[in-house]
């Protein structure tokens, strides 16, 4: 539109008509703005965001990591890093304030969306006065895609029935390529586009997939398409990767060339990093190490446990330089089109500190951890090897997360990780700027304080378009960040961002003006039991946790603890954090929690669900809650003359999930709890032929959290097969794979007919039902459902 008009009232209304109109053509004038569409405002630019996952600061080479970075330094080198850039602590709550300029609770993510508590700092809803930026520019005519990881959308919201407007595409996104969830696996991740569910991809030629490669694909070919048919629109692509978050996987080419490079233990990488970091200058040269008893030293762990830890990391440094690889293809294309100097690229290198919820040994796999469930590093290792052995790690055989240790180091120079908001390695990430020819001095470093929060407002101003008042008719919040473009062209641009609260999983932080108090929960992050958290609820007076404070431009690594010198500035910026966590819906601390400390949702009215056909793809979050408590599982079949097999109904993988399925004409049932403990029941003659009816029946011991119970098969009403089960899964089986009808999609749940896989179902499903209240009392309904709420609270706040 070349007439002018308001873009502070979205969406933008068309200008009047400028033209004149008769009773026929003739005599009547023009006005070719009202067959056109609202256009950015000249000049500008594309905009290429990039976020990776579960990463700390001293990770990429580019501020001095192990982890080598190629495509990374490029863009540093021919831009800018800033070494005070920070974010949450947590993945969801980094994403919300991203996306939309305001501080996460302000936006309902206090934590990750898979858990939606009862408080408004804790809904895992983003309102509709807080309008995400990625909406502000495509109603300003930008064309935009979100391609990769999401984590904004409700745990039970991610089905076929939705509702869609907390999906991508709902919150302002043309396009949508990836998975909703906190996670997937890079080998079989559950692939949504736009409004629909894909599944799970296959390998091609041979080889097989591998989700982050196809992320730079799809992305590329997004590009291409958008500019085949509109070679002048900026584009806004926001690349989100899956990696570094667990499960750590990669192709053994990436690991193996980190082989032998962390022998000597993240003690000496830590120091080493610190060195080159010194060197490279994004740490002062004055900054120490602060010193953690947390984390064991590296010398006094034996032979055996040294090389196991080695392997975890090499594989993360692997995963993590094919995330960079990966980049640098999209960047590449970008530079192949012509559009490299007309693209704003914002890279930051973690949505939190990296990732100590592998806890001290690592894990085969990472839901143990997330369900709470204790492994000694003796039980660690039998079950390593009982699922490959070192050679696996990174394979699709686990779901493996390194040592909590390795976090550390590249968390370095700073103390913690994720979750913990109240210290620099839970908040402060590695950010780099990238515009050639709108920046002054390429390859120096800015130091400016600056947040999550101050994207959105810097983007808009470089693009020239103003933050809307109104959207569809609703006042909006003013954004909670600031531009910081000017910063682009001069090293001493004043600092706007002075003060920030900062707060997660109970651990929070008070910034302002140089100063930093820092508020601990007194839990280690990758403790997840009820008895770790279960102190802080009645009576716990979160003024009485110890503080610490550091004067950050003396102390950029938070070694030197000076609240005993500075009582009056500790109560200054506590009072300060009460006051911001009123304004921005923080409180209640630990809202997300609700339901462990015994706020419940009302107790579901429907408890059977019925599967018609085959449904395939069912996401995690929207599978019957069969946690905890007797459930059955019912399905009419039809036999044919000539007998059936496969399976009936399978949800998740080998590593955590169920199946009933029939093989050689038995019915069979699989039960992986989290593959620490395998569980089989078997009838033993042939199903007959005709109309069948198979159920499925687990009777829990009691309605507590991993409860253990007896397992019944039937065929027509007659038991053909029991069993006990020790134990079952207390929160979730997985944090991506799905549930399917009818065939068993991805990784399998029993590697018995992995050869067969997915193991189609030649006999017809009429129906599917799960009951999960099957034959309860009122008062036992309620229990059940108390239990399973507290331990899903358990869950959803460490995803």
């Known amino acids: 539109m070349a007439a002018a008009f308001d873009r502070s009232t979205l969406p933008i209304r068309r200008p009047p008509f400028g033209g004149t109109t008769r009773r026929t053509l003739e005599g009547s004038v023009p006005d070719w703005d009202q067959a056109s569409h609202v256009k950015p405002p000249d000049g500008a630019p594309n905009v290429l965001l990039v976020l990776i996952d579960d990463a700390g600061f001293g990770n990429p080479s580019t501020f001095g990591g192990a982890i080598d970075t190629p495509n990374y330094t490029r863009m540093a080198d021919g831009g800018l890093r800033y070494n005070r850039f920070h974010v949450t602590a947590v993945c969801s709550p980094t994403r919300a304030a991203l996306l939309t300029g305001r501080n996460q609770h302000r936006v309902g993510f206090g934590l990750v969306s898979e858990f939606s508590g009862p408080f408004p700092g804790y809904n895992a809803t983003i309102p509709r006065d807080c309008a995400t930026l990625p909406r502000v520019l495509s109603d300003n005519g930008y064309l935009t895609a979100a391609i990769g990881k999401w984590h904004l959308t409700p745990d039970d919201q991610q089905g076929a029935s939705g509702p869609f407007d907390r999906w991508p595409t709902g919150l302002?996104?043309?396009?949508?390529?990836?998975?909703?969830?906190?996670?997937?696996?890079?080998?079989?991740?559950?692939?949504?586009?736009?409004?629909?569910?894909?599944?799970?991809?296959?390998?091609?030629?041979?080889?097989?997939?591998?989700?982050?490669?196809?992320?730079?694909?799809?992305?590329?070919?997004?590009?291409?398409?958008?500019?085949?048919?509109?070679?002048?629109?900026?584009?806004?692509?926001?690349?989100?990767?899956?990696?570094?978050?667990?499960?750590?996987?990669?192709?053994?080419?990436?690991?193996?060339?980190?082989?032998?490079?962390?022998?000597?233990?993240?003690?000496?990488?830590?120091?080493?990093?610190?060195a080159r970091q010194k060197a490279l200058g994004v740490v002062p040269p004055e900054t120490t190490l602060p010193s953690n008893d947390a984390f064991p030293a590296w010398d006094s762990l034996d032979e055996t446990h040294k090389r196991l830890y080695a392997r975890q990391m090499e594989v993360y440094a692997g995963y993590s330089e094919n995330a960079d690889w990966n980049v640098g293809r999209v960047l590449d294309s970008i530079e192949e089109m012509g559009e490299l100097d007309n693209t704003l690229i914002i890279w930051i290198w973690g949505d939190n500190g990296a990732s100590m919820e592998g806890t001290l040994t690592g894990t085969f796999n990472e839901l143990t951890t997330l369900n709470g469930i204790s492994l000694t590093p003796e039980q660690q290792m039998g079950l390593l090897f009982e699922h490959g052995g070192l050679e696996a790690w990174g394979s699709e055989e686990l779901a493996p997360h390194y040592s909590a240790g390795w976090a550390w180091a590249g968390n370095c120079p700073f103390d913690w990780g994720k979750q913990v908001a109240s210290h620099l390695g839970g908040t402060r990430n590695p950010l780099v700027i990238h515009w050639p020819g709108h920046i002054d001095a390429a390859g120096q470093l800015r130091t400016q304080f600056t947040h999550v929060t101050d994207l959105a407002p810097t983007i808009l101003d470089i693009a020239g378009i103003p933050r809307p008042t109104h959207v569809d008719g609703i006042e909006q919040e003013p954004l909670h960040g600031f531009s910081f473009a000017d910063s682009f062209t001069d090293a001493q641009a004043p600092e706007r961002h002075t003060q920030q609260y900062f707060?997660?999983?109970?651990?929070?932080?008070?910034?302002?003006?140089?100063?930093?108090?820092?508020?601990?929960?007194?839990?280690?992050?990758?403790?997840?039991?009820?008895?770790?958290?279960?102190?802080?609820?009645?009576?716990?007076?979160?003024?009485?946790?110890?503080?610490?404070?550091?004067?950050?431009?003396?102390?950029?690594?938070?070694?030197?603890?000076?609240?005993?010198?500075?009582?009056?500035?500790?109560?200054?910026?506590?009072?300060?954090?009460?006051?911001?966590?009123?304004?921005?819906?923080?409180?209640?601390?630990?809202?997300?929690?609700?339901?462990?400390?015994?706020?419940?949702?009302?107790?579901?009215?429907?408890?059977?669900?019925?599967?018609?056909?085959?449904?395939?793809?069912?996401?995690?979050?929207?599978?019957?809650?069969?946690?905890?408590?007797?459930?059955?599982?019912?399905?009419?079949?039809?036999?044919?003359?000539?007998?059936?097999?496969?399976?009936?109904?399978?949800?998740?993988?080998?590593?955590?999930?169920?199946?009933?399925?029939?093989?050689?004409?038995?019915?069979?049932?699989?039960?992986?709890?989290?593959?620490?403990?395998?569980?089989?029941?078997?009838?033993?003659?042939?199903?007959?032929?005709?109309?069948?009816?198979?159920?499925?029946?687990?009777?829990?011991?009691?309605?507590?959290?991993?409860?253990?119970?007896?397992?019944?098969?039937?065929?027509?009403?007659?038991?053909?097969?029991?069993?006990?089960?020790?134990?079952?899964?207390?929160?979730?089986?997985?944090?991506?794979?799905?549930?399917?009808?009818?065939?068993?999609?991805?990784?399998?749940?029993?590697?018995?007919?992995?050869?067969?896989?997915?193991?189609?179902?030649?006999?017809?499903?009429?129906?599917?039902?799960?009951?999960?209240?099957?034959d309860l009392r009122a008062e036992d309904t309620r229990a059940l459902h108390e239990h399973a709420a507290r331990v899903l609270a358990t869950y959803g706040a460490n995803a």
């Open 503 to 774: 707060e997660a999983v109970g651990n929070r932080a008070m910034y302002k003006d140089g100063w930093w108090l820092a508020m601990r929960l007194p839990r280690i992050p990758w403790e997840l039991h009820p008895q770790a958290l279960r102190r802080f609820g009645p009576g716990w007076d979160p003024d009485a946790d110890p503080v610490e404070l550091y004067y950050l431009p003396d102390d950029f690594a938070q070694a030197h603890n000076l609240a005993d010198g500075h009582p009056e500035k500790v109560e200054e910026l506590r009072a300060l954090f009460w006051q911001e966590a009123e304004r921005y819906q923080v409180l209640p601390l630990l809202g997300g929690l609700s339901s462990f400390y015994g706020i419940v949702p009302p107790v579901p009215k429907v408890s059977t669900f019925t599967y018609r056909g085959r449904i395939e793809n069912v996401p995690a979050g929207m599978i019957p809650r069969i946690y905890n408590h007797s459930y059955s599982i019912s399905a009419d079949l039809v036999i044919p003359e000539r007998g059936a097999e496969g399976v009936i109904v399978a949800a998740f993988d080998h590593l955590g999930g169920f199946a009933l399925f029939v093989e050689d004409g038995r019915l069979k049932h699989t039960y992986s709890m989290l593959g620490v403990l395998v569980y089989t029941q078997e009838a033993p003659e042939p199903l007959p032929s005709g109309e069948v009816n198979v159920t499925m029946v687990f009777a829990a011991d009691a309605p507590e959290p991993a409860t253990g119970g007896d397992v019944t098969l039937s065929v027509n009403g007659k038991p053909v097969a029991r069993g006990h089960m020790e134990h079952t899964v207390p929160a979730r089986f997985s944090g991506y794979a799905g549930m399917d009808i009818g065939c068993d999609n991805g990784l399998v749940v029993d590697p018995r007919y992995a050869a067969k896989a997915p193991f189609r179902f030649t006999g017809e499903i009429k129906q599917v039902v799960f009951d999960i209240n099957p």
């Open 172 to 274: 302002g996104f043309d396009y949508f390529w990836g998975f909703l969830g906190g996670e997937a696996g890079q080998y079989d991740p559950l692939i949504t586009e736009n409004q629909k569910t894909v599944g799970v991809p296959t390998g091609t030629n041979g080889e097989p997939y591998y989700f982050p490669d196809d992320m730079a694909r799809t992305t590329i070919d997004w590009l291409h398409r958008v500019r085949a048919e509109d070679p002048e629109t900026p584009w806004f692509v926001y690349y989100a990767t899956g990696c570094s978050h667990a499960p750590h996987h990669v192709p053994k080419r990436w690991s193996e060339k980190y082989a032998g490079r962390f022998d000597r233990g993240w003690d000496v990488v830590r120091e080493e990093t610190l």
